[in-house]
């Protein structure tokens, strides 16, 4: 089931907030915010990209954070899904 497959990753950032945030695109990809994990030494936040496999399994594909991001910029603390673009 989703519960089980979609644990926090092993990333070292305990605190992270994982799936304060959560955005379906189609059937197949989920996107998990966590707005306080850390990235390039700093607090910015994340979102997670997972995609259902063919045997019902979610896979982690893709971290995506922001490029400059500030200390506690939390990033990824909301999403929403449109077609082919994320906010």
Known sequence: TLH???NPPN???KD???AAALAFSGPDRLLI?????????RRSGGVHLFTK???DAWR?????APE???QEGQFG?????DDHSVW
């Open 53 to 55: 496999q063919a045997d």
């Open 33 to 41: 915010g966590a707005p306080a994990a850390v990235h390039a030494g």
């Open 60 to 64: 982690r594909v893709r971290f995506f």
């Open 4 to 6: 089980h497959t979609l």
């Open 11 to 13: 990333d070292g950032a």
């Open 68 to 70: 400059e991001g500030s």
């Open 16 to 18: 992270s907030r994982f």
């Open 77 to 81: 603390g909301s999403l929403a899904v």
